[in-house]
């Protein structure tokens, strides 16, 4: 498993995506990988199978990094993971909802989560940047 892992709630309207891509092929050789969760809970953005949410990322945008089934992120059938990361109960200080796609939450390999962007942080932000190269020292 790698040592860092970015896991984001992925939608193929929002293009980002390309971002995220160049992010994943950077830091690939650093112990590091981006994990995509598509969800349908924003003005219902992900509405396809997963089989053609996969092919449209491949197809459209190259993407390589791991995409998991479509999940929800909030309500009454939120995910194990989102529950984990939103919840203050978790015992971590970025807890709080979700507030659109593409919401990042950095995390290492024992479960603790180091930081949380939303979706308003570019990908590119420095300080995104500098989070994952610091955890990748570490």
């Known amino acids: 498993m790698k040592k860092v892992i970015l896991l984001i709630m992925i939608a ?25 969760f598509p969800a349908n809970n924003y003005f219902k953005q992900e509405p396809g199978t997963n089989e053609k949410i996969a092919e449209f990322c491949r197809i459209n945008y190259g993407v390589t990094f791991p ?8 309500g009454k059938n939120l995910h194990p993971h989102y ?13 709080g909802k979700i507030s659109w796609n593409f919401d990042r939450s950095l995390i290492l390999k024992d479960r603790k989560i180091i930081n ?23």
Do not use: C, W
């Open 12 to 36: 193929i309207i929002f293009t980002s995506i390309q971002t995220e891509k160049k992010i994943n092929q950077d830091y690939k050789d650093q112990d590091f990988v981006i994990l995509g």
């Open 67 to 74: 995409k998991f089934s479509k999940i929800s992120v909030i």
């Open 83 to 95: 529950e984990y990361l939103t919840f203050k109960r978790s015992g971590h200080e970025f807890d």
């Open 116 to 138: 949380r962007f939303d979706s308003k942080v570019q990908p590119e932000n420095v300080k995104i940047m500098n989070t994952i190269e610091e955890a990748s020292r570490n």
